[in-house]
């Protein structure tokens, strides 16, 4: 597609939920990242995706926390029996490349509230 | 690993005023500087990025920011700002390094509030 897309962009639950988070990256890009950005806390960087393996997941703030990409696309973060520290909005980004030196493109997130 | 200071959480300005937002940033190899901009209830986009080179990098909508390696410093500025520059700012370093993956670390923002 044209940008990186994610949704849902709103999503409401309630403790101890699971949810699932979607995000359809910029095609034809290789590499996948998921940030969590909190009011006052900044990006704080979840997992990293090259292809669909994840050489790097040590963000990820629990065992609750998991993600997967399948076909080099698509992505899909997955919080199990949700908290209310939870609440957050979850970032997706794509690159052409690890991202290195490169550009990351964002999509507009996906607003979670944790009730 | 590197880290991302931005004292700064939020800076009110008048339009048409010189605007400096602070970044400062831990290393101990070198880096890539980037900062990004986030319009209200929009995705992240790059506003510029210091590679290598000139240390004086130009970015889109007339920011620049200066790489200060002494000071580890990465200030962006704008000297005469717009009621449309209202966004969060966001400082970003990664660590240069030629082998592994090297996340992009955040800062915490720094909010540009424009009044006319």
């Known amino acids: 597609g044209a940008g990186v897309s994610q949704s849902p962009s709103n999503k409401v639950t309630e403790k101890g939920k699971d949810v699932e988070l979607r995000c359809d990256p910029i095609?034809?890009?290789?590499?996948l990242y998921w940030y969590r950005q909190s009011l006052g806390q900044g990006l704080e960087f979840l997992i990293y995706?090259?292809?669909?393996?994840?050489?790097?997941k040590s963000g990820l703030p629990s065992d609750r926390f998991s993600a997967e990409r399948t076909g080099g696309s698509v992505s899909t973060l997955t919080i199990q029996r949700t908290q209310q520290e939870d609440s957050a909005v979850y970032l997706c980004?794509?690159?052409?490349?690890?991202?290195?030196?490169?550009?990351?493109?964002f999509g507009e997130g996906s607003r979670l509230t944790v009730l | 690993a590197q880290s991302v200071t931005q004292l700064d959480s939020q800076v009110p300005v008048f339009e048409e005023a010189p605007v400096e937002l602070r970044c400062n940033y831990s290393?101990?190899?070198?880096?890539?500087l980037f900062w990004y901009v986030q319009y209200p209830n929009q995705g992240l986009q790059l506003l510029l990025k210091?590679?290598?080179?000139?240390?004086l990098v130009k970015g889109i909508n007339g920011f620049e920011a200066e790489f200060n390696k002494s000071q580890t410093s990465f200030h962006l500025r704008k000297p005469s700002v717009h009621i449309s520059d209202t966004a969060e700012y966001f400082c970003?370093?990664?660590?240069?390094?030629?082998?592994?993956?090297?996340?992009?670390?955040f800062g915490t923002g720094t909010r540009l509030l424009v009044s006319p």
């Open positions: 980004a794509s690159s052409s490349n690890q991202g290195i030196t490169g550009e990351l493109f």
């Open positions: 095609s034809g890009h290789t590499a």
């Open positions: 995706f090259q292809g669909n393996s994840a050489p790097d």
């Open positions: 290393s101990s190899v070198s880096v890539y």
């Open positions: 210091y590679l290598s080179g000139s240390t």
């Open positions: 970003a370093v990664i660590g240069r390094l030629n082998t592994g993956f090297q996340k992009l670390v």
